[in-house]
């Protein structure tokens, strides 16, 4: 069996997270990591990974870690999943198993679609209400066509396909992708329906466990959530965790982090490998990757903190920020409209409703918010950039910009009294 | 006995508060229900409450749950303390005792003025410095006059005339009433005066207790005081207080609510039914009536909160907060002026001088103050309104209402040195 | 021996900081005092006080304190060293010792100069990069010339000549003084080469040891770290310090201080007399003089906190306070710039690198911060000044200045839905 893992998609909604998505670090591990441990758990087989050029090296640095027998290769420009696939196309040869890198599932749907028993087997997710993708025509256990983004109501079953896909024979998959004028869009479920079409059997399991799109970037929230939910409590014996700090519920403490007296962490929380949670913080429901420092005082609650940012005295709620990020003192990420309206952000030139009631700020790498400025929820900020003390954003900052508020003044002569000023605050 | 309570009275300069000023609760109980107690435990009679069209549905359930034999008039229009009595007249026969509903006093009082003793008996408050109110003119134990508000060194007496009035036959000041040209100012008094002249026997009775008006906003907070000067200590067994709060003073904490670790209480205070002191907030001398939320690391100071209010990362001080009013992280209502004036407040158009020198926001129900706003000593926000991230607010807000700040901003290029960024970090 | 305290120096630089330099208390003394201690422990004689008409009163109370045997004398304006010398001409005989009042040095120096073994002794501080003061030219332990700011590059020597001179004759250097025309600059240093050139024999003591500037006001936080690494653990028996306060490190608190329950105190610290630490504030590296009030949840970190300030949910970093501030609830001093360059401060019209990645705010006596005002590294605030709420302060304030913001709105109509607020508030 070959697996072939598909890790050369675009994230074109993601901005301004410009981590590949399968390479954002949850619990200490890039996502991938999860994900083909997961498969590696399910499936016997060879990993054939289809890498971008620039995330071929983090890629194979995971599939080293994990020891699995592999090969990546390189798709040089990102142009589609069948492109991908023919990518790899000296490897699809006999039994293979397709699957997205970022797509998070249940372990146990890749080995029931890996066993196979017809030419072509789906995962397919039950779906209670209308998801934008592809859904499957089926006649019993068998399927008759997918549909592409059919629109609400005319769904022709509650059935949308994952990309968990088995092949009997790689080879045919090739014949079929390279029938379709390339170029097109969808070219890897044109194929597929032809297939249908020329009478090969094509059969699906049901899938109703968890499955968390990642394709804007709030959704590393949900991802987290997943992450998170299965967190056991350890504390590595070379973390330093204060006494006087307070821990309830599964948090798990990596090694050289520190604790500090007054803080509070409230499970489930990951607390990666060399954080200071300080004095007085509180951090809540919240992954923080490698090397964050909370400062004295903040309050960090459901949030996504990756690698290396740092605070000091801050609100962070539901906010999802990339990495090497600050905060001054006394800045605010507020995460609740004060009406009763969900969230909505732009998000390439669209208004998208998150269907979030809570929401912070998305930051990209490298940012930085000075002292008691704030934020709007929903709003993003760009990699490399600059949002100054005081400001009060309500749009989007882009990639290295810096925005300054520019404050106007009334001075005037000022003669306090200070004798009074003393006896005052001995009043007081 | 009939004991008439007059709580058909308006509050014009009580604005934001819309609450009826004898239906603000303290301690979890309207000021009504503290006054009708303590007229219950001190004077057997039958309670006769004016009350307005709008309030008589609160205030029979006051009586209710007092188990007080009673009746509630409506008075259908606010015309004054005369015509109030009036829409009660069936009522006014025999002894009577005429009470308003907001006014605190001792206990004792009532039962004083209500011996009787003559035709007519009044409670006459001991002032040390001039009120502009009704005063006494008197001849021994005997009224010879009411002179209203005679201005300052022209007092008759050092005897302000309260509202805790005794008559032998209802009937006499019925047709007292009624003599005066209805439409007047202060028939009640003229009616009294009219009455002396007549030579009916009036008497009074000396009271140097406390007496606390509620004419103004701020004065709740005089009224808090008294209320929470008389807190015993008390936790009841379903509230939940962490071993790691701490609780100095007395306070009081109703059933239901949770203080969590690293809070902090100093007495007196009074924490309402399903109130959640957060972690590490602190609370001083401050009235939190039900369902409050301080949220982490709130400073609630010397305030009276009223139900629902909902805080985060807050200092609050010596503040009126009708009820369901919400605060962003960071937001901060001043109370202490920077130079050694006391704090004056706009009232139906002109400034009052409050003598206070610490005084916060008073707030209507359903306001909202966004992250990281400030309010300045003494401002009001009306209800249902809204105060913007950022806003400095030196000005009142209207009811319905939203304010939000225009910044203007500096935006530009901005390349950090990504590589010094970790490099300066690991010097600091 | 006559000891000459030179204290009549005028602090040109060091606006806005009023105190004369020496007076400047540290561990609740003035600069004065520990220099003189240090001279009266190494070396026996009679201190004659150089002062000023402002400072000689303070001049007198440190040396009663200290019990020496001492004359002041007054200089009745700043012109110089030189003038400074002779206005104490009459005790200008035999041999003395001539010290600056603010240099900070270790104490043996002065026993080792005023040893003496030649005609005229100076202390010689041996630095590693070029400094702009007077260098030696040497000749094995003789000093063959002194250069005054040679240039980089251009020094004689390594040697920079520190003010700690013995002289066998004082009336010698006297008659030498009064050649010099008077009027022009550098005429003690004059004098000096004039007397080498004249062959009188001029020796150098090397030294090593700690040497401290005090030019500029933020050089108080050198000085200061100076002190508190001398800090032995103490706290005073009248001392308050709840047993739910964490110290750690070498703490000194004096009498009468209170330290509450939560706050955290991270030696080496000076906590003085009267000194109020409140609930969940931490306090590091930092000396705060008499009186101060850090108020609830302040973070005050290697700072320099002069008496009877007060505090209130503030982050103040790097800072020097000269005295009697105060800060509104929320008010940041920013004490890092958000890029890679060191900070610099603007002084007497030019920039000035002070060589610091942190350093916060620089404040005269009196001043206050409003609520969430914020200011950015290095900026100072003059005496009397008020920096007003939500001011974020990018530039220097004058004495007796007042800066508001003046805030633009927009202010619309709002008509929340009162009831969904609620339902709101449930479901998060």
Redesign the interface.
Known sequence: MKIIILAGGEGKRMWPIQTDKCLIPFLGKPLLYHNLKKIKDNVKGEFIIVATPQNKDHIEKVAKELELTYQVVVQSEPKGMADGLLSAKEYLKEEILVVNAEDLLDGKIYSEVAKGGAEVVFAALKVNKYFPGGYLKVDRDKVSGIVEKPGERNEPSDLVKLVVDYFKDGKKLVEYLEKITSGSDNVYEKALNQMIVDGIEVKFIKYDGPWIPLKYPWQILDIQGYFLSSIEQKIYSDANVSE?A?ITGKVLIEEGAKVF??A?IKGPCYIGKGVVVG??S?VRETNLEEGVVTG??S?ITRSYIGP?C?F??N?I?DSVIEG?F?M???A?L?N?R???HTIRVRVAEKEVDTGR??LGLIAG??S?V?????T?PGVKIGA???V?????LYQDVKD???????????????????T??????K??
């Open positions: 006087k307070i007296e007054g509070v004095n007085n509180m004295f005082n309050d290396n740092w000091h005295t609100y709620g090497n600050g001054g003192s006394g605010v507020a609740l004060l009406d009763d009631h809570k790498q490298g930085r000075g002292v008691n400025a704030s709007m490399n950039s600059l100054g003390p005081g400001v009060t290295n910009t810096k925005i300054l508020v520019k404050q106007e003044y009334q001075i005037s002569e000022h003669t306090p009294n200070l009074s000023y003393d006896q005052f605050r009043k007081l």
